[in-house]
Nanobody
Framework: QLQLVESGGGLVQAGGSLRLSCTASRFTGGYAIGWFRQAPGKEREGVSSINSSGGSTNYADSVKGRFTISRDNKKNTVYLQMNSLKPEDTATYYC????????????????WGQGTQVTVSS
């Protein structure tokens, strides 16, 4: 069973930056990784995804140009660098893993972390 642990969340002012990490319990070189988020009272939504090699990435329109996903397979870790944060980015952020193509379709991801809270104050 692949286990994922998110870290790096916290409280930041609007315009600030955070870097989230998603660390796996074992080698993730064969897995695509997705980041998702859920704000209070809203459905969980896709934020970004990256394929197993790191050569292909996807971003939600709402974060394009502000967030960058990357991975270090030697460290079994995927990162989400979040810049120019806005109050509407406030949410619990989850990472998830799957075999195959990196997508932002939640139901295609069988492995999920517990989430890390990001709060952006105005």
């Amino acid at each position: 069973q692949l286990q994922l642990v998110e870290s790096g969340g916290g409280l930041v002012q609007a315009g600030g930056s955070l870097r989230l990490s998603c660390t796996a319990s074992r080698f993730t070189g064969g897995y695509a990784i997705g980041w998702f988020r859920q704000a209070p009272g809203k459905e969980r939504e896709g934020v970004s995804s990256i394929n197993s090699s790191g050569g292909s990435t996807n971003y939600a329109d709402s974060v394009k140009g502000r967030f960058t996903i990357s991975r270090d397979n030697k460290k079994n870790t995927v990162y989400l660098q979040m810049n120019s944060l806005k109050p509407e980015d406030t949410a619990t952020y989850y990472c998830a893993a799957k075999f195959g193509v990196a997508t932002m379709i939640q139901t295609s991801y069988p492995y999920w972390g517990q989430g890390t809270q990001v709060t952006v104050s105005s």
